[in-house]
């Protein structure tokens, strides 16, 4: 089935696009699907491309995916930002407390335990 074509008036010569859904070949989802594209680029009379590898994907899945990246982006913004909170809240907690004999009984594993948690960020 022909899916759209496109003709291109220049200089000398007509360039006509066209391009044809690919039978057999479609990808289900809620607000329609997407289809594989077969196209090819006519200068004049001779082929100058040829195409068999596009996906014509809906306007509104492309829309979904953007919503998508959006909220994963805040979502990141926001932990960064609780992350930034409960650093300063320990460094304020050890600043303060300092020489309790708690954190000097104990420095160590805190070391170890940040250490622990820096390695398995990476």
Do not use: C
């Amino acid at each position: 089935d022909l899916h759209s074509e496109k003709a291109e008036k220049l200089e000398n010569r007509v360039d006509y696009t066209f391009a044809w859904e690919k039978k057999g070949v479609y990808v289900p989802w809620e607000e329609g699907g997407a289809k594989l594209l077969v196209g090819a680029t006519i200068s004049g009379k001779e082929v100058r491309t040829f195409y068999g590898e596009d996906l014509d994907i809906p306007e509104k899945f492309i829309r979904y995916v953007n919503r998508q990246l959006t909220l994963g982006s805040l979502i990141t913004s926001f932990s960064f930002i609780v992350l930034l909170v409960w650093l300063g809240w320990a460094a304020m907690i050890i600043a303060t407390r300092r020489y309790s004999l708690i954190i000097r009984l104990s420095w160590r594993w805190y070391l170890a335990i940040g250490a622990g948690i820096f390695i398995l960020s990476i």
